[in-house]
């Protein structure tokens, strides 16, 4: 153990609100994300409906602000009539992306009511690789239509005469990812195509937010993008998956790092596209966008290769330790430093894949990941603070991480939230709060070691509230920690 000099930390207010979606998550038919883990008409812990009681409550209890469906890659094979009205006539289609069945009974309306009961804004993803913008317009109408045309009278005649009212639209999913199905694959054929896709469905309903495809590898994709769809771009999607690669346990952490250097110059070209003057023709009928474009992390998680098997083929079913629950803390610093640009954030994904909620037969239990988005979910709310320190560094053969990652933010309730998250494997840190502020409580989670992971019944993970010493915070190794701190 090394003893480091107290960490002096600079807070300062900003006018900057942080956005009520960056508790986004997303669910699709991917293994059991969807079939078997939110929908599993086979369990006994199911509902009348087939929806799993015990996941929904785990779901309910990080109270998600906004949920994505139903992709991901397989929205490029998704067809919305699948999966509405009666059950028994509901198509059965091979799931050619992530193999399976898709039974499709989780569909539409189910989607909207599981959105409506955990209170999260529903966003969809339409399929721009074997749907058309017809299609995409008619699902529009389907879903936010009044009566008397005939999608909207659809729904009504399916049980549901209440317009759904769906505002976040994706167009397309990682356009750019050649592998995929798809037409794009090029900036241009993009271009074009997320156009027609846009005249169709805002014609269709003009108050609807778009997200369109960006590429947070490639900044030549994202320039034009914004150059052409400026006018319609409410928000441009990038995706994040840190990896450890071949560095070791801290190669999600420089992933991280890297992913943050690129944020800085995605953002940049953001705010130009946001206040470039590209014409718009009246003639198209419906309006252009008012306010900025801001980002949609609308995929993000750590994702480490796995070995695959049978049960596992695309390392999808992640056992997350408590080493990734740390990473999970350091990317919600991360939004929330850039609550600014980012206005939407969705974890990817919310159940059994990749996710911090798994099902195991008929028990369903939480991985260390859930607890770190417990807590900021209960504490990341108001107004942006802008907070810097002098961390000390850990050396690793692939480069330096920081020690201590902080963020923070002024709550409506008038106090400062500050969350620390420490690297360290072994050495505590002092923290000295600057004398503005008085430390009034403090969340600390906790695990044995990087490597803890949990298993149906066993929880690794423990809260406490953390020490105090004259109003310094002893942040112990390996922690997270949500600060509450009131004006000295
Ligand atoms: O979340 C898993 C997959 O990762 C999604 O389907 C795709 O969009 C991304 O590449």
């Not at 474009?293 to 695959?308: H, K, V, Y």
Request: with cysteine.
């Amino acid at each position: 153990m090394t003893s480091h000099p107290p960490v002096s930390l600079q807070l300062r207010e900003t006018a900057t609100p942080v956005s009520p979606l960056l508790f986004g998550h997303f669910i699709e038919f991917a293994e059991n994300c969807i079939d078997g883990g939110i929908c599993d008409p086979k369990s006994p812990a199911s509902d009348e409906h087939g929806i799993r009681q015990d996941v929904l409550a785990l779901a309910k209890n990080l109270r998600p602000t906004i949920l994505r469906f139903p992709g991901g890659t397989f929205a490029n094979i998704y067809h919305w009539m699948d999966g509405v009205g009666p059950m028994d006539a509901r198509r059965r289609r091979k799931n050619l992306i992530w193999g399976g069945i898709t039974d499709n009974r989780f569909g539409t309306a189910e989607f909207i009511s599981y959105c409506r009961a955990l209170g999260a804004e529903p966003m969809l993803c339409v399929n721009m690789a074997s749907g058309t913008a017809q299609e995409a317009a008619e699902w529009v109408e389907y879903c936010n239509g009044e009566a008397g045309t005939h999608y909207a009278d659809l729904r009504a005649a399916h049980g549901y005469p209440e317009p759904f009212r769906v505002r976040y639209w994706c167009i397309g999913n990682e356009s750019y990812a050649e592998p995929d199905l798809g037409a794009q694959h090029d900036p241009d054929r993009y271009i074009s195509d997320a156009w027609e896709f846009t005249k169709h469905m805002k014609l269709m309903d003009p108050t609807l937010k778009l997200i369109f495809v960006g590429n947070s590898e490639d900044p030549a994709w994202n320039r034009k993008i914004l150059e052409a769809l400026s006018p319609v771009c409410d928000y441009i999607s990038f995706h994040h998956y840190s990896g450890e690669g071949s560095r070791g346990t801290y190669g999600p952490f420089l992933s991280l790092m890297e992913f943050r250097e690129n944020l800085v110059s995605l953002i940049s070209t953001v705010r130009d596209g946001s206040h470039r003057s590209v014409p718009f023709n009246p003639w198209y009928r419906f309006p252009r966008r008012a306010e900025d474009i801001r980002l949609a992390i609308d995929e993000w998680n750590i994702w480490n290769p796995m070995p695959s098997g049978d049960n596992n083929r695309y390392g999808l079913r992640t056992v997350y330790t408590w080493r990734d629950a740390l990473w999970t803390a350091c990317m919600m610093n991360t939004l929330l430093r850039h609550a600014q640009d980012i206005g939407i954030a969705n974890l990817a994904q919310m159940v059994n894949v990749l996710s911090p909620i798994m099902t195991d037969g008929d028990r369903a239990y939480v991985q260390p990941t859930y607890h770190v988005l417990k807590l900021y979910r209960d504490h990341m709310e108001g107004m942006l603070m802008e907070c810097t320190s002098d961390s000390p560094v850990i050396h690793t053969a692939s480069g330096d991480v920081p020690m201590l990652d902080a963020a923070a933010c002024r709550h409506p309730g008038g106090t400062l939230r500050l969350f620390l998250v420490s690297l360290s494997k072994e050495d505590p840190l002092m923290i000295s709060l600057p004398e503005a502020f008085r430390l009034r409580e403090c969340t600390l989670l906790q695990a044995p070691d990087f490597d803890a992971f949990n298993t149906p019944g066993r929880d690794v993970v423990s809260t406490t509230q953390g020490s105090v010493s004259g109003g310094d915070i002893i942040l112990p190794p390996a922690a997270v920690c949500a600060a509450v701190l009131e004006d000295a």
